[in-house]
């Protein structure tokens, strides 16, 4: 894992910006580098792309920003003290709400440093062409990664390409959300060609060919593809590469969340980084922040021994081990009752332990995109297969499942996946599937452990269709753009 901790220490400027990246490590910086100078060798080449990953532990990417969104799903409500956050959850945000224009700019640095990757690495003559080909794929992936992200949250944005770097053209205008997958989908397969299927353990964390694959599952998922989605999502699910991990609770522990089964991750090493994540879904109490709270209707969805509950789930009356000792988790902890505990780890001198990972994708979620994919195109017990695989992990006690359809898929995600943004991007693909409605789902209350509407987050919504399918783009970029940029529907 030794190239993926440079993550943590080195933060290489690859682009002109000259962007800083906050919350890593205080270095003094060793020199100044630029387009200009730099992609000069093999070396440079393998940091210039570690710097690309860099971005991922942004607070305004994926440390905390991303999460929020789920805010507007119907199993947490928000903590903290961004009051602004309640317009997300409220769905009453406009375009100048500070969270929908927060991770806009990560996104575009993540293209922007991806670019001149791609334009600058095939220019390096002293470099292992499997080398080349391998970062030139991971640049690819990462570039696709962020685009999904633009996707998924604001319908349409600009596509920013190699070429539009070279004749320095940045202000363009927004394409349609076909194009944008279109885009996606072309970096994803040149990714997954390059890749390798996996690593050494020093280069732990970096994407494959597995993390390519997960990724265009997910994205023909999203665009209504489903034979292509069981076809790139089976590759994930009949490879030893990216098989489950032997226990569910190895993929929210320190000790091995570098497991096969996590696709995509924030790296951090504790002592050489730090992950907002864990700081945003800690108690105040003990170290943390106090941002995410799961609500009853989530809690309630386990079944009677799933022993997902208790790993994921701090409820009151659970004991908790805060490293230091065990303390006993109390209602007043939040304004639900309830935290994620998955994503929750003390070091035994006291403190968080930020070697915990940020999980962005796992092969559990691949298996069940699948079993939806082969469900909604050949009908019940089409995806049995894949969700028995994932029950059986949790537990071998559980009922097996037998010609499952949409209702027990939904359950298998909700339980399996809760907590890891995916819960409203669920609903959203499944309304635009005409599988639920997601305007009645909006207007139920959000319960508290004992039953009760919570007072803050917890009162009925009006979700308007099609409206809040997509966020509206950021009103600074808007104006930025001198009239480039035409602003979504509806807003």
Known sequence: ????????????????????????????????????????????????????????LEEDYTGFNEFVFDNCSDDQVRGGDHDYDDAIEAFSYDASTPTVKAGWRWKYETINRANNALINIPKITNIDPVIEARC????????????????????????????????????????????????????????????????SETD????????????????????????????????????????????????????????????????????????????????????????????????????????????????????????????????????SGYHYKKFCSWKPSGGLNYSLKTPLMRSADIYLLVAEAKIRLNGPGAGDAEIQAIRTRASATLPPVSNAGMKELMHERRVELCGENERQQDLLRWDKAKLIDIVAINNQPKLAYDGTVMSRGGAPRKFIKPKHYYFPMPQQEIDRSKGILIQNPNY
């Open 1 to 56: 894992m030794q190239r993926i901790k440079h993550i943590l220490s080195i933060g290489i400027i690859t682009t002109s910006l000259l962007c800083a990246c906050k919350n890593v490590l205080d270095v003094q910086p060793q020199g100044n580098f630029t387009t200009g100078n730099y992609w000069r060798n093999q070396d440079q080449a393998v940091d210039g792309i570690t710097g690309i990953y860099n971005i991922l």
């Open 136 to 199: 030139l794929g991971e640049a690819r992936f990462l570039r696709a990664f962020a685009y999904w992200r633009l996707l998924l949250i604001y319908g349409e944005a600009p596509v920013i390409t190699e070429d539009d770097v070279e004749k320095v053209n940045y202000n363009k205008p927004k394409v349609s959300s076909d194009q944008l997958r279109q885009q996606i989908e072309a970096d994803l397969l040149a990714a997954a060609d390059a890749l390798p299927e996996s690593y």
């Open 204 to 335: 732990k964390g970096r994407v494959s060919k597995g993390t390519a694959w997960g990724l265009l599952c997910k994205l023909y998922m999203e665009w209504g593809k489903l034979d292509k989605a069981i076809l790139y999502g089976s590759k994930v699910t009949s490879n030893p590469n990216y098989a489950l991990a032997p226990r569910y609770s190895d993929n929210f522990s320190p000790a091995t969340g570098n497991n096969s089964e996590m696709l995509l991750a924030v790296q951090t090493v504790d002592g050489n980084g730090y992950s907002d994540f864990i700081t945003y879904h800690a108690p105040r109490k003990w170290n943390g922040w106090s941002f995410f709270y799961p609500t009853k209707g989530l809690v309630d969805e386990f079944e009677t021994g799933d022993p997902r509950k208790e790993i994921c789930i701090m409820a009151p009356g659970d004991k908790v081990n805060v490293g230091t000792g065990i303390e006993i988790a109390t209602p007043d902890l939040s304004w």
